[in-house]
């Protein structure tokens, strides 16, 4: 297969790249580099079967030659990230699945979503089963993330109805592993820099929220049995370990040796407002669907994450 990789610097991008290149297939990967990094991907550079092109896909896309499939895995991901590029955010989710859609129908490719648990908003209903429609405030700070997704969620549906395109959606949990961002503001990338520094992990509110955490390798293994099953309806991917941020930053102290303490803090109202205080996949779809289930656990790909960061702070 060639195969087009939107985000393709990114973390799950670039992991992703790797795979499809692993298993023998040809990659153009774009990215405008936001939030990317060209470090993610230097191990391809070269690579006969992997090229590159800096684009911001909101705009008019253009690639030369046939496409089998077109991964639309561009956007900032992490609520830092959204909060301070909230245009370009809903952008990429908008016009940039509109772009992504458009070439893929052009080219006769296949095409798959990176969607996300954000779809359910603050969830009324726990664990997360794909038919639930979520409860999502449309203008609140995360609504330029969600709103984006859901529309890319129906826009490819119509797609797929109207215009009989190959498509399928993943919904990604909350999903850790090298390659993230030191400072992009997630929980887990916060706590392991913390860690490793000798710093406080910093604890928002009373820590009682909670987050069902996925290694990054368990995540592209569902993505590539989704892309070639028959499955046309969203698919939830993500590691039912279930548990809240005090916990896991217990977690994260045991397993990096670490002497920090835990403080508790207020921050942003923005970084906050509408924060999910729940979120648990249902992946029973994915199992009958895909045979797909997590196999790393919590400890494992912690151990193997936190090693990634300690040779980068
Ligand atoms: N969080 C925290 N301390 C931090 C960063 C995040 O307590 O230093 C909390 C945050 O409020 C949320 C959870 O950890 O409840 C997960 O946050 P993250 O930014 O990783 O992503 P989200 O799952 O909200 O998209």
């Known amino acids: 297969m060639r195969v087009l990789i ?10 992703l790249s790797d795979k499809f290149i692993a298993e023998g297939h040809t990659v153009v990967g774009m990215d405008n580099l936001i939030t990317g990094s060209m470090d993610n991907i230097a191990g391809l550079m070269g690579h006969e079967r992997f090229s590159f092109i800096k684009q911001d896909v909101s705009n008019y896309i253009y690639v030369a030659g046939p496409l089998d499939a077109v991964l ?3 956007s900032p991901a992490s609520p830092n990230d959204y909060l301070e590029h909230p245009i370009p955010t809903l952008k990429v989710g908008s016009l940039g699945t509109h772009n992504t859609l458009g070439l893929a129908k052009a080219k006769g490719a296949r095409f798959l979503l990176a969607s996300t648990s954000e779809v359910y908003g603050d969830p009324q209903v726990n664990p997360q089963p794909e038919d639930y429609w979520g409860h999502v405030n449309p203008i609140g700070p995360r609504g330029v993330y969600d709103e984006a997704k859901r529309f890319a969620e129906a826009i ?13 959606i993943v919904r990604i949990f909350n999903t850790y592993g090298p390659r993230m961002r030191l400072h992009d503001g997630r929980v887990v990338p916060n706590f392991i820099y913390q860690a490793l520094t000798g710093q ?3 604890v928002y509110g009373d820590g009682s929220r909670t987050r069902s ?3 990054y390798s368990d995540l592209v293994d569902g993505i590539y049995r989704l892309l070639h099953s028959d499955e046309k309806l969203p698919v939830n991917i993500g590691n039912p370990g279930e548990m809240t941020i ?3 930053a217990e977690a994260v102290i045991e397993i990096s040796g670490s002497e920090s303490e835990i403080v508790h803090i207020q921050p942003s109202d923005e970084r906050v407002t ?3 205080k729940v979120r648990r996949p249902d992946i029973r779809k994915a199992k009958r669907v895909l045979g797909w289930e997590p196999k790393v656990g919590l400890a494992e790909g912690l151990a193997k994450t936190i090693d990634y960061f300690r040779s980068r702070v």
């Open 6 to 15: 939107t985000g393709a610097a990114g973390f799950l991008g670039s992991h």
């Open 72 to 74: 639309h895995f561009a």
């Open 156 to 168: 490819t549906l119509a797609y797929q109805r109207y215009h009989g395109l190959e498509t399928r």
């Open 200 to 202: 406080p992990l910093t």
């Open 213 to 215: 955490f996925q290694y």
């Open 246 to 248: 005090l916990d896991f």
């Open 274 to 276: 509408d924060d999910p």
